[in-house]
């Protein structure tokens, strides 16, 4: 009996420190979008022997008849308001309490096959890198608390319209309360209709709703440009390998976007500046790779990436070749600027101890090197998206890459 919990509490110490792996392979469905903001389900629905198991509950079964039965009458009701149609979808303090009990009950009756599908995708993944201290039923309850989150946001941004993180740029594209949108949303529920003998799991009509909410603001920024290393990043993330990095003094440079304010521009004033100043270190040698980092932020629903007209500007104005240019064209913060950057960093086989440089304008530089900077951090991701940051000139602030950076997180749906 005791060698037999001297060997448990090994096997529960190895599961514990168990994290991040270069060499996973993603699992994908047919949607890039959901499986950026929900990869646990993905997961899930890779994983036949897991899918029976919550199948064949009772109380999750409950909740995906309850749900399917309220999205039928949607069709044909008089419901038109996002608060009368949305509400149900949605998940209350009480549902997520109860799905968290069932989970832990799931995974005590089933810790082998729930262990197989944590260990072997959960963990590695890096997606729920911030977890990886817990253990596997702590792990799987709170990776489905992270789905009750996003999938709560979502709605609550695209469908009732509310103002969330940065109401200027992620905002929905049409007025929720208009009479053409509340004809969409009912239309949505005609469409989803059809699928419903598919939906077999008690997250999938949430899910569902979600998505197609997105999809009608066009918000489907996550998957644009992916799989980036064999597409706008193949010549970049092939060339990782070849680099000898004792010839540089840092790993890779930095570019934040800064989006221009009208639409006759593709690269603001300010950004050239990144790219100016960035390109001028880039040919005294400073590091073998730049990341180019911002999405389509400005202006709003705007047709410029960032990173995108960087990466053109900086091929075109210094002929800086394209397998040193690596894209991020996700970002739509400063926060997710170094977040961005060392997800790449890590996920390429980039050199992790060696710093990297964040070279921006002076106005930004010195709001980066500011602790109100390091608490916006803190309070929108919950951790640091670097360590050692020291600012060495107006342009230039060293930092390293951390693994937090890894976890997805369910607040950004447009870049989680």
């Given at each position: ?26 699992v ?11 990869y ?28 399917i ?14 608060s ?6 949605r998940?209350t ?27 072997n ?61 509340r ?14 003998d ?73 950004n ?9 270190r880039?040919l005294k ?13 400005y ?47 890590i996920r ?58 890894l976890?997805m997180?369910?607040?950004?749906p447009?870049?989680?």
């Open positions: 009996m005791i060698i037999l919990l001297i060997l448990s509490g090994r096997a529960t110490i190895a599961q514990i420190n168990k994290g991040y792996s270069k060499n996973y392979k993603f994908h469905s047919n949607n890039l979008v959901a499986d950026k903001n929900f646990v389900l993905t997961v899930i629905d890779h994983t036949p022997e897991i899918k029976s198991i919550l199948n064949a509950n009772g109380q999750l079964n409950a909740l995906l008849n309850n749900r039965e309220i999205l039928k009458q949607h069709v044909t009701d008089t419901c038109s308001l996002p009368s149609l949305l509400g149900d979808f998940w303090k009480s549902d997520s309490a109860n799905m968290a009990l069932v989970l832990k009950e799931l995974y005590v009756k089933n810790t082998g096959a729930f262990d197989v599908m944590i260990d995708h959960l963990r590695p993944s890096g997606y729920y890198q911030r977890f990886i201290n817990l253990n596997n039923q702590d792990l799987l309850v709170r990776a489905f608390g992270q789905y009750v989150i996003g999938i709560n946001y979502i709605i609550d941004q695209f469908g009732f319209g509310k103002k969330m993180r940065y109401p200027r740029i992620d905002s929905p594209s049409y007025v929720v309360t208009s009479r053409y949108y004809t969409v949303m009912k239309d949505i529920f005609a469409a989803l209709d059809e699928h419903t598919g939906m077999k799991q008690f997250y999938q009509p949430s899910l569902a709703v979600a998505m197609r909410l997105m999809d009608a603001n066009d918000r489907d920024e996550p998957a644009r440009f992916e799989p980036m290393e064999t597409g706008a990043n193949k010549k970049a993330f092939d060339r990782v390998k070849l680099i000898k990095w004792s010839n540089y003094k840092y790993a890779t440079i930095v570019i934040p976007g800064n989006g221009p304010e009208i639409t006759t521009t593709p690269i603001s004033p300010d050239k500046i990144h790219c100016d100043v960035a390109a001028e880039y040698g400073w590091a073998p790779f730049i990341i180019v980092s911002g999405g389509y932020c202006p709003f629903q705007g047709p410029y990436c960032e990173a995108v007209q960087m990466k053109k500007y900086l091929m075109q104005k210094f002929e800086i070749p394209e397998d040193a240019i690596i894209i991020d064209p996700h970002a739509r913060h400063t926060t997710t600027n170094f977040r961005n950057a060392n997800r790449l960093i390429y086989g980039i050199h992790v101890d060696k710093p990297s440089v964040f070279i921006t304008s002076k106005s930004q530089t010195d709001y980066v090197k500011n602790e109100l900077f390091d608490k916006r951090n803190r309070n929108e991701l919950g951790y640091l998206p670097y360590r050692d940051k020291t600012g060495i000139s107006n342009h230039d602030i060293v930092f390293y890459p951390t693994y937090d950076s976890h997180d369910p607040f950004d447009l870049d989680p």
